[in-house]
């Protein structure tokens, strides 16, 4: 038994023989257990799936209750940097289109049909290198990533993203802020 002390009283606790571990302690484990660095954009996508959908669906059904008309849902996916494999998505229900950025996804509630269009998801720095590398040969289900990612850099989204604003606004160009909502 140890004794603590805690304003004024007492704690009598067992002794710890295995102290709770730090993370990068933890984060070191990882890397010696992990056998295989090497997975595909679809089995990365699976993983992620028991988190994303939901998070979209509840982001969704926010933006319903505070935007009269359509509106857009942006996921944002947030690597944890200690943890290598470990990554955050938060999603967003806004006004407006956000321009394309890496690892970032957009979608478009249409509350008159009460549907949701995928617009583009855009992936990480490493992976777009890859992507467009001259050596890449396009793999059977990752076709919509691959033409995102030529998209992306040929400017196409960025035009998009600008035609979808001047429908809410009756503008051209770049719209500054938006109407957000964070889930």
Request: hydrophobic share 30%; proline share 4%.
């Amino acid at each position: 038994m140890q004794e603590k002390k805690y304003n004024g009283w007492i704690r009598y606790t067992e002794l710890e023989e295995n102290p709770t571990k730090t993370l990068g302690q933890l984060s070191l484990e990882q890397e010696k257990n992990r056998k295989d660095n090497t997975h595909t954009v679809k089995e990365q996508v699976e993983a992620n799936l028991r988190e994303y959908v939901p998070s979209i669906l509840k982001t969704v059904e926010k933006g319903k209750k505070h935007f009269n008309d359509d509106f857009f849902v942006e996921i944002l996916f947030v690597n944890n940097r200690l943890i290598e494999e470990n990554q955050k998505i938060i999603a967003a229900a806004r006004k407006t289109c956000p321009s394309p950025d890496y690892e970032r996804g957009v979608y478009k509630y249409h509350k008159k049909d009460d549907r949701l269009e995928y617009l583009w998801v855009i992936p990480g720095v490493e992976l777009c290198k890859e992507l467009l590398s001259p050596s890449y040969i396009p793999v059977i289900g990752e076709d919509d990533l691959y033409k995102n990612v030529k998209d992306f850099f040929n400017g196409k989204l960025e035009l998009r993203s600008k035609t979808e604003n001047s429908k809410i606004y009756g503008t051209k160009g770049y719209v500054a802020g938006s109407n957000l909502i964070i889930n």
